[in-house]
């Protein structure tokens, strides 16, 4: 059985979809529906007030991630990136030892089915430009102004700080 929350957040209403052992996706929607919530959702939720609230840098879900090799790697790298730090698609890249995988590092991230959570809007182009994102470049405005505010070091659940070996 699925089910659904939805939270109202500054960047815009989350949806957030589970089963009864895993969160299956968080993405944005202009719209609420009917819920079902259960206590991953909820789980989820609260973890995502607290982010939103500027109390949380780390998250711990049990996602359920599907995807190639390829978009593993780049998710977990995108989880490397300290809160309130972006990094450029080409430095992804060149993490993953793809340094020539520049435009499959944006496909990837646009297969992110957990926004925020995966943060792939801290991801900009190399020139400093604030690139694309799946859930609207307002969006990705207001999650980086939002944890430039709240900057801290701490980035994905498991991942030390200073830990990520990706450039600075």
């Known amino acids: 059985m699925t089910h ?16 009864e052992d895993y969160i299956l996706s968080i993405h944005f929607t202009y719209r609420t529906g009917e ?13 995502l007030t ?3 609230d500027g109390k949380r840098t ?3 879900l049990p996602l359920k ?3 190639t090799p390829f978009q593993r790697a780049v998710w977990d790298a995108l989880c490397a990136i ?8 080409e430095d992804i890249a060149a993490f993953i030892g793809s340094p020539k995988g520049v435009r499959a590092v944006g496909g990837a991230n646009a297969r992110n089915a957990f926004t925020i959570v995966i943060p ?3 991801v900009i182009r190399k020139d400093g430009t604030i690139g694309g994102y799946g859930g609207g470049i307002e969006r990705k405005k207001i999650l980086l102004k939002h944890e430039t505010a709240y900057k801290s070091s701490a980035s994905c659940t498991g991942v030390s700080p200073g830990a990520s070996g990706l450039p600075v």
């Open 58 to 60: 780390a998250f711990g």
């Open 82 to 89: 300290p809160y309130g730090e972006t990094r450029s698609y």
């Open 120 to 122: 792939c809007h801290r």
């Open 4 to 19: 659904t929350e939805f939270l109202k957040t500054p960047a815009d209403i989350l949806q957030i979809t589970a089963d």
């Open 35 to 47: 819920e079902n919530p259960n206590a991953l959702t909820r789980k989820c939720a609260a973890q």
């Open 65 to 67: 991630t599907e995807g």
């Open 50 to 52: 607290e982010y939103f």
